[in-house]
């Protein structure tokens, strides 16, 4: 094993100085603004909400039927996405006005 130090104007051995490591931040991602995924955000919300109101009251039913909400939001988005209501779907895309 090496003792050498390394100064703060040269880089360790191996390292390039390069930050970015190749990936381009540029790339607009969209970040899933589209009907489809604020459906299913909105749903699995409202079943995280009921699961934890019966998760403090100490309600297995209601518990899983929250969890079973969530679950349905996830399909609700894929459903509608498939759809074309998904980031660059067909049904959501703009027409210049």
């Given at each position: 094993?090496?003792k050498?130090?390394?100064?703060g104007?040269?880089?360790?051995a191996?390292?390039?100085?390069?930050?970015?490591?190749?990936?381009?931040?540029?790339?607009?991602?969209?970040?899933?603004?589209?009907?489809?995924?604020?459906?299913?955000?909105?749903?699995?919300?409202?079943?995280?909400l009921?699961?934890?109101?019966a998760?403090?009251?100490?309600?297995?039913?209601?518990f899983?039927?929250g969890?079973a909400?969530?679950?349905?939001?996830?399909?609700a988005?894929?459903?509608?996405?498939?759809?074309?209501?998904g980031?660059?779907?067909?049904k959501?895309?703009?027409?210049?006005?």
């Amino acid at each position: 094993m090496s003792k050498a130090t390394v100064s703060g104007t040269q880089p360790a051995a191996g390292k390039t100085g390069k930050t970015h490591h190749g990936i381009d931040h540029s790339i607009d991602l969209g970040h899933g603004n589209s009907p489809a995924a604020w459906t299913c955000v909105i749903v699995m919300l409202i079943g995280a909400l009921i699961a934890s109101i019966a998760f403090v009251i100490a309600s297995s039913p209601i518990f899983w039927a929250g969890i079973a909400v969530m679950f349905v939001g996830l399909l609700a988005g894929y459903i509608m996405r498939k759809a074309g209501y998904g980031v660059g779907g067909s049904k959501i895309k703009n027409t210049g006005h």
